[in-house]
């Protein structure tokens, strides 16, 4: 197979297409980049090619590496992992160096041939590393084709020599946004941070030109040139310093300093300026290689790209079902739920009726997809046409014979079994026998929802999560009787409007809530027993949790929360585990204070809606203890709360696939994405002493943190939860 192929023009130029066989995407292997070496060795010794162009095959340039590469190194190196690791990475820098230096006299820096990137649509990670060894970049003015780094999203970072050569073009200030937030960029905003040098229509033939015409003072990179300093200043130099110090307080707090991929790369960079720059390139392959050998880069690179991207493509799909993507959707309820719903579809091109009892309820439904788009088009995101498309895919109506034609119904209408099942028979009257019929609860049981159906095997769950254009998961629920078509409707639809699908059995608050909800009660729990709110929330956010359990009861409202444990407590009975979390909600919602809706709740807002501070009159109620527990014991209590649940919804086969866990637990509510999720994480932290850690919490806080049966066993046999029950080769890819 080969994955780069070699040419030279009629004018001597040497073109090296990247267009990897059998792939829809360019992802560098390490076959292939032998080639590229080849090939590289091939225009510098042919005296005819006067220099040399990379560019792609296909629609974009380059996705990135193969990360199935780094595991496979691993490995390969038996005991010595690291070596293996940073012999790889000292070999990837061998090669660009070669492609950087072109031939050039090591002394005089001449007699080298210059070397241009034609950037023809989307450039990530090893793609972006290799046009920056380049002496020239030229990227296509195509608005939708992106370029950047993103590498630090996925646990590691830019270890092809990307850190050190950005970082020495333009800076650590200007550097460390682009690297540490892993953006990708628009080609006007890329040549602005200098990640390309030109943008053209024709990049080929705009890079050939300039192949041609290039001086030798053109190809010397700028810390190859005698006296180069770098820019802003050297970690010894005080406005250099200044730099460094306020690039780690942006780390600090952007991250909680929870993840090892940002300090590393920070180090790297305030290393590798010290240094001239081959050495900087050894500094750069120390820290690659550290974060790579960090639990936290595997799980996070095996979760967030690896597992989710085989979700995206089916890998729990059943088989032997064709195609059912969705031409039609009927959106049952316009609230803020149903219309999220309608302008994901819109946005998809499926066709939508959004209906409400009322009329003006319905185009109020419709009317957030054009306010949405609006503000697509302040920021040039969306064009008049595209506005104008988008909203022609919505009819607004009360009229349920709309609905006739649909072959999927969404039905996001109030948390009440028999306004729901109501809703069921009406419209199931209307739509055709092929129908699927699908709910966005949240809380209520599927199969009791499917009763109300006359076709249960075609009645599932589709849980949406708020805001539904921004969150990224939609959580499947197979009901008792629910078939295989319509599960393979439900995740085709998820499919189409581009979010990443998990597909669980029925069960009480199903998985993402019933991970949920002991986080949020831990949290809430410890306020009762006098630990500081403040503490309980910054030990989340340590964690790597977007908010903490305090603040995020108060966004998702007090009142919800007083309702769900009502509404679980009339359900279970007696077998309803009592909570002091539950009289401190209880006795929020009995002071009317709300949360963020309400501008009061574990939070005083400002007129304008803003956090202002903790509530003091929280203390009153239930005093802050002198004493303080440890930030560890707090965050090992938050921790295991969501965990456990985890380990139970796996050992009740709630949850069917372990990626599904992991990957919806991130994307869902953002655990840890450091960890790769909650069974990533028990698998870093070891069975045997997460199993000894919950006798310890059990004894000192309660049976909730009971070890689970199938935790025990696996602690017993020394099992990890990927060793047992990763899926099998082909099922994973």
Same mark, same amino acid.
């Not at 639809?493 to 990443?500: A, D, G, L, N, P």
């Given at each position: 197979m080969t994955d780069f192929k070699y040419a030279v023009d009629a004018d001597g130029v040497a073109v090296i297409t990247w267009d990897a066989e059998g792939k829809s995407m360019n992802v560098l292997t390490r076959e292939a980049f032998a080639l590229v070496e080849e090939y590289v060795d091939t225009a510098l010794a042919d005296d005819a090619v006067k220099g040399i162009v990379i560019t792609s095959g296909k629609k974009d340039f380059a996705g990135g590496m193969d990360l199935n590469v780094l595991a496979t190194i691993r490995d390969e190196s038996g005991d010595n992992p690291a070596q293996g690791l940073f012999d790889f990475t000292m070999n990837g820098h061998r090669i660009l160096r070669k492609l950087e230096r072109a031939g050039m006299e090591a002394k005089t820096n001449k007699g080298g041939k210059p070397v241009a990137c034609a950037i023809n649509g989307t450039c990530a990670g090893i793609g972006t590393e290799i046009a920056l060894a380049c002496h020239h970049r030229v990227m296509t003015s195509n608005p939708k084709a992106k370029i950047g780094l993103p590498e630090i999203l996925l646990g590691i970072f830019p270890g092809g020599g990307g850190t050190m050569r950005y970082s020495r073009m333009v800076g650590a200030v200007a550097a460390a946004p682009v690297l540490l937030e892993g953006k990708m960029m628009d080609p006007k905003k890329a040549k602005s941070a200098q990640m390309v040098d030109a943008i053209a229509d024709d990049p080929l033939a705009a890079a050939k030109e300039w192949v041609l015409n290039a001086s030798n003072a053109d190809i010397v990179k700028p810390w190859d040139a005698k006296g180069f300093k770098f820019p802003g200043g050297a970690p010894y130099h005080p406005a250099g310093f200044m730099n460094f110090v306020?690039?780690?307080?942006?780390?600090?707090?952007?991250?909680?300093?929870?993840?090892?991929?940002?300090?590393?790369?920070?180090?790297?960079?305030?290393?590798?300026?010290?240094?001239?720059f081959d050495n900087a390139l050894k500094i750069e392959a120390r820290w690659f290689t550290h974060v790579l050998m960090n639990p936290s880069s595997s799980a996070m690179i095996r979760s967030l790209f690896l597992n989710k991207q085989a979700l995206e493509k089916g890998a729990v799909r059943p088989k032997g079902i064709e195609d059912q993507s969705v031409k039609k959707v009927g959106v049952l309820g316009a609230g803020m739920m149903g219309a999220g719903i309608a302008l994901v579809?819109?946005?998809?091109?499926?066709?939508?009726?959004?209906?409400?009892?009322?009329?003006?309820?319905?185009?109020?439904?419709?009317?957030?997809?054009?306010?949405?788009?609006?503000?697509?088009?302040?920021?040039?995101?969306?064009?008049?046409?595209?506005?104008?498309?988008?909203?022609?895919?919505?009819?607004?109506?009360?009229?349920?014979? !709309?609905?006739?034609?649909?072959?999927?119904?969404?039905?996001?209408?109030?948390?009440?079994?028999?306004?729901?099942?109501?809703?069921?028979?009406?419209?199931?009257?209307?739509?055709?026998?092929?129908?699927?019929?699908?709910?966005?609860?949240?809380?209520?049981?599927?199969?009791?929802?499917?009763?109300?159906?006359?076709?249960?095997?075609?009645?599932?769950?589709?849980?949406? $999560?708020?805001?539904?254009?921004?969150?990224?998961?939609?959580?499947?629920?197979?009901?008792?009787?629910?078939?295989?078509?319509?599960?393979?409707?439900?995740?085709?639809?998820?499919?189409?409007?581009?979010?990443?699908?998990?597909?669980?059995?029925?069960?009480?608050?199903?998985?993402?809530?019933?991970?949920?909800?002991?986080?949020?009660?831990?949290?809430?729990?410890?306020?009762?027993?006098?630990?500081?709110?403040?503490?309980?929330?910054?030990?989340?956010?340590?964690?790597?949790?977007?908010?903490?359990?305090?603040?995020?009861?108060?966004?998702?409202?007090?009142?919800?929360?007083?309702?769900?444990?009502?509404?679980?407590?009339?359900?279970?009975?007696?077998?309803?585990?009592?909570?002091?979390?539950?009289?401190?909600? $209880?006795?929020?919602?009995?002071?009317?204070?709300?949360?963020?809706?309400?501008?009061?709740?574990?939070?005083?807002?400002?007129?304008?809606?803003?956090?202002?501070?903790?509530?003091?009159?929280? !203390?009153?109620?239930?005093?802050?203890?002198?004493?303080?527990?440890?930030?560890?014991?707090?965050?090992?209590?938050?921790?295991?709360?969501?965990?456990?649940?985890?380990?139970?919804?796996?050992?009740?086969?709630?949850?069917?696939?372990?990626?599904?866990?992991?990957?919806?637990?991130?994307?869902?509510?953002?655990?840890?994405?450091?960890?790769?999720?909650?069974?990533?994480?028990?698998?870093?932290?070891?069975?045997?002493?997460?199993?000894?850690?919950?006798?310890?919490?059990?004894?000192?806080?309660?049976?909730? $943190?009971?070890?689970?049966?199938?935790?025990?066993?696996?602690?017993?046999?020394?099992?990890?939860?990927?060793?047992?029950?990763?899926?099998?080769?082909?099922?994973?890819?």
């Open positions: 306020g690039a780690s307080a942006m780390v600090a707090g952007q991250t909680q300093n929870a993840y090892p991929a940002p300090k590393a790369l920070l180090s790297a960079i305030y290393e590798g300026a010290l240094v001239d579809s819109a946005m998809a091109g499926i066709e939508v009726v959004l209906i409400d009892r009322d009329q003006a309820a319905a185009d109020k439904g419709k009317a957030y997809t054009e306010a949405y788009l609006d503000k697509g088009m302040k920021r040039g995101k969306v064009t008049e046409d595209k506005k104008t498309t988008v909203l022609s895919q919505i009819t607004a109506t009360t009229d349920l014979e !709309a609905l006739k034609g649909a072959d999927l119904i969404i039905e996001a209408v109030f948390e009440d079994m028999g306004v729901k099942a109501e809703m069921t028979k009406k419209v199931e009257a209307i739509v055709g026998e092929d129908c699927i019929f699908a709910s966005n609860t949240s809380t209520l049981p599927i199969t009791e929802l499917a009763k109300a159906s006359v076709r249960p095997e075609q009645f599932i769950g589709i849980h949406f $999560f708020s805001p539904v254009e921004k969150m990224l998961l939609v959580e499947i629920i197979k009901g008792a009787e629910t078939g295989d078509r319509a599960t393979a409707k439900a995740l085709d639809y998820v499919r189409q409007i581009k979010k990443t699908p998990i597909v669980v059995n029925d069960a009480r608050f199903f998985y993402c809530n019933r991970c949920i909800l002991p986080y949020v009660n831990e949290g809430v729990r410890m306020i009762t027993e006098g630990v500081s709110p403040v503490l309980i929330d910054n030990a989340a956010r340590q964690l790597g949790f977007p908010v903490g359990p305090v603040q995020l009861t108060d966004e998702t409202s007090i009142d919800l929360g007083a309702k769900i444990a009502r509404a679980t407590k009339e359900a279970m009975g007696d077998a309803y585990p009592e909570s002091p979390a539950d009289d401190l909600i $209880f006795w929020m919602e009995a002071e009317g204070r709300l949360g963020r809706k309400a501008a009061k709740g574990f939070f005083d807002y400002d007129a304008k809606g803003k956090r202002v501070e903790y509530w003091k009159g929280l !203390a009153d109620k239930y005093p802050v203890a002198a004493e303080q527990p440890d930030i560890i014991e707090v965050q090992e209590r938050l921790m295991f709360a969501q965990v456990l649940e985890a380990v139970r919804a796996l050992e009740e086969n709630v949850l069917m696939d372990i990626r599904e866990g992991d990957v919806g637990a991130i994307l869902a509510w953002g655990f840890a994405p450091w960890s790769g999720g909650p069974l990533s994480w028990l698998d870093i932290i070891g069975t045997p002493y997460a199993a000894e850690r919950c006798d310890q919490l059990t004894e000192q806080y309660g049976e909730r $943190f009971a070890c689970p049966p199938l935790l025990r066993e696996m602690a017993e046999k020394g099992q990890t939860f990927y060793g047992r029950f990763a899926p099998a080769e082909e099922d994973a890819a």
